[in-house]
């Protein structure tokens, strides 16, 4: 039998309209384009390009140009993981930030801490401001050593030192036990915990510090302005330079924001000038010329002389 070819229905569809035909079940079949797709592939992004006036300072980049001389370190409030279930045991809930002395009391007295061993060694763990600050800071996975785990780590030494005894006649010894587990058992006295606690901020602050300058020297990704010169391939001049301006500033405590830039057709290492409200310290564009501490210096001190100049107007 001889095979038919295919109806074409489609006026018959095209008079019934859209409602009729999708009341038949008849969706009306697209076919794919080269992209696998129904709708056309949007056309490529045009690469829009203002002009600039070189004789005029342009900012290049899209990030911010304005460094601050505020170069304190941010506060980073750290993810408290209660190890050891001080905040819990006391009633607190993840993420057990904001809890101060008051709320501390009352969640105390709410249970009837007083009398209850446990809820006052938490209470009193947690008034500790150096203790707490240790505590708070301890990582997930970690213990805060205190009192219960140090007896526990005691019981545990007794009785592995007494299987021990037991399975192959070995004279028991804890000590012996606690230098196995990494503990070493010394008569010299432990170091305070606000000791410890001042050896840790100083440890951090100066981890923090150095990643951040890593991450400088890495990458710069300050905008800049460009004067009467091309951009620069070379933006580890203009961070070098940032960071010298920066450094002179704190050396003579002032806070203020400025940025850098490139100028061109210019006999002298660096320039000075006012784009907008932003001060901008402009750098020489050749490459040859490295920023020094001394023209960071002479550029701080014109400014500052400027602005001095101006008040007393």
């Known amino acids: 039998m001889s095979q038919r070819p295919d109806l074409d229905i489609g006026d018959y569809i095209n008079a019934l309209g859209t409602g009729g035909a999708e009341a038949l079940g008849y969706n009306r079949q697209v076919r794919p384009n080269a992209y696998g797709r129904n709708a056309s592939p949007p056309p490529p992004p045009r690469e829009v390009r203002e002009e600039v006036d070189a004789e005029r300072p342009y900012l290049v980049g899209w990030s911010s140009p304005e460094a601050s ?3 304190e370190l941010e506060r980073i409030e750290p993810v408290i993981w209660d190890v050891n279930r001080y905040y819990r045991d006391l009633g607190f809930r993840w993420p057990y930030t904001g809890i101060g002395r008051k709320e501390l009391m009352r969640a105390y007295q ?7 061993v446990r809820l006052t060694y938490c209470f009193n763990q947690l008034l500790d401001k150096d203790v707490r600050w240790e505590y708070d800071r301890t990582p997930l996975g970690d213990v805060y050593f205190d009192d219960y785990i140090a007896d526990d780590l005691r019981r545990r030494a007794v009785q592995e030192a007494t299987r021990r005894y037991v399975e192959k006649g070995v004279e028991p010894d804890a000590k012996e036990v606690f230098k196995e ?19 840790a901020e100083v440890k951090d602050r100066a981890k923090r510090l150095s990643k951040a300058q890593r991450a400088v020297t890495a990458f710069w990704g300050w905008s800049y302005y460009v004067w009467r010169a091309r951009p620069t391939m070379n933006s580890h001049r203009l961070a070098r330079w940032q960071e010298l301006l920066l450094k002179e500033y704190k050396e003579k405590n002032v806070r203020a924001r400025f940025c850098v830039g490139i100028v061109g057709h210019q006999p002298h290492p660096w320039v000075v000038g006012e784009v907008g409200r ?10 040859s010329l490295e920023p020094t501490s001394t023209m960071a210096e002479r550029a701080v001190a014109f400014v500052l002389s400027e602005e001095a100049n101006h008040s007393h107007q």
């Open 181 to 199: 587990w990494g503990f070493e058992d010394s008569d010299e006295p432990e170091k305070p915990v606000k000791e410890r606690r001042r050896e």
């Open 110 to 116: 709410a249970l009837g801490g007083s009398v209850d």
């Open 69 to 71: 001389t505020c170069t």
């Open 278 to 287: 932003r001060t901008v310290f402009f750098l020489n564009e050749d490459a």
